[in-house]
Nanobody, 115 residues
């Protein structure tokens, strides 16, 4: 099983980044996919979630209207489009796959929002 995140980097406040998480080794379409983040000295928090059936989504209040999660069940990839980025969005972003019995994590990708 692998979850490989990409797309992180340094961006100025107000800018945009698009994260990707490529999955392999499990039935991607059956799993709920989420993005979490962890800032230094803080607990890991849920950013956005997309369900396997129907593609319904949930967002943390802090990112509603700015971030969009999506998935491609053919490419086995989940995305996080981040717009209007703020310094407080700085964190390591992790991809998570959650099934009925198992949960998997990626290695994380750093997002830094700074001028």
């Amino acid at each position: 099983v692998q979850l490989v995140e990409s797309g992180g980097g340094l961006v100025q406040p107000g800018g945009s980044l698009s994260l990707s998480c490529a999955a392999s080794g499990f039935t991607f379409s059956s799993y709920r996919m989420s993005w979490y983040r962890q800032a230094p000295g803080k607990e890991r928090e849920l950013v956005a979630r997309i369900y396997s059936a129907g593609g319904s989504t949930n967002y943390a209040d802090s990112v509603k209207g700015r971030f969009t999660i999506s998935r491609d069940n053919v490419k086995n990839t989940v995305y996080l489009q981040m717009n209007s980025l703020k310094p407080e969005d700085t964190a390591v972003y992790y991809c998570n796959a959650d099934g009925a019995y198992k949960s998997y994590w990626g290695q994380g990708t750093q997002v830094t929002v700074s001028s």
